[in-house]
């Protein structure tokens, strides 16, 4: 076993992200009384995937699958001049966010810098009713007034660490896992496989 895996430790597992979007999905059904008038947007890369993930479970429950959509902030982001060559995934929102209930969906809270990035980029798509958040794990340590509406569960971290989702879908696996922060690596995001 190298250094790095004895310094990485798994929070979540596959089965408890799965019980714990199942939980997320009832919370969000019973706080709007049910799905009507009910989208769901995802930050890339990964609240995108746990955006579908919820929309198939609220279907499952509700037998109405509300309209998804993946929300790409990178030329929202405060950092974007530090970042001179920001990763595009792109934006795809094919819907009207006018008058709708938006519940936007990300992986880790953590400064908040991201929602509020995630909330000047929505205004640009439409005027919603209201933008509620949704977030798989909030990890603490927020530089702005923002908390989340639905959260999955709280991990407490220090500041030199890295607490990431990882998913089937991007990574060939689905945890989420908190390690030291190597010197010059940035806490954030685990990066995404080229490729993919």
């Known amino acids: ?41 995802g930050i890339v ?25 993946s929300l790409d902030i990178s030329f929202y982001r405060d950092d974007a001049v530090i970042n001179l060559a920001p990763i595009v995934q792109g934006t795809n929102i094919l819907f009207s966010l006018d008058g709708k209930t938006v519940v936007l969906v990300d992986d880790v809270l953590y400064t908040g810098r991201t929602i509020r990035a995630a909330l000047d980029a929505l205004m ?4 919603p009713s209201r933008i509620q958040l949704a977030v798989l794990v909030d990890r603490g340590h927020r530089e ?38 190597k010197p010059g690596q940035r806490v954030g995001s685990a990066p995404v496989k080229r490729g993919r």
């Open 45 to 69: 890369t990964r609240g995108d995937v746990l955006a579908k993930h919820l929309a198939s479970i609220i279907e499952e429950i509700e037998g109405v699958k509300p309209e998804v959509g």
């Open 124 to 127: 640009d798509f439409g005027r």
């Open 144 to 181: 702005l007034p923002i908390r989340a509406d639905f959260v999955g569960k709280n991990v407490p971290s220090a500041s030199n660490e890295s607490v990431r989702l990882y998913l089937k879908e991007i990574d060939d696996e689905s945890a989420v896992k908190i390690s030291k922060v």
């Open 1 to 41: 076993m190298n250094d790095d895996n004895q310094q990485e430790s798994v929070v979540m597992d596959e089965g408890e992200i799965q019980r714990t979007l199942v939980r997320i999905a009832h919370q969000i059904l019973e706080h709007n009384k049910g799905c009507e008038n009910l989208c769901l947007v």
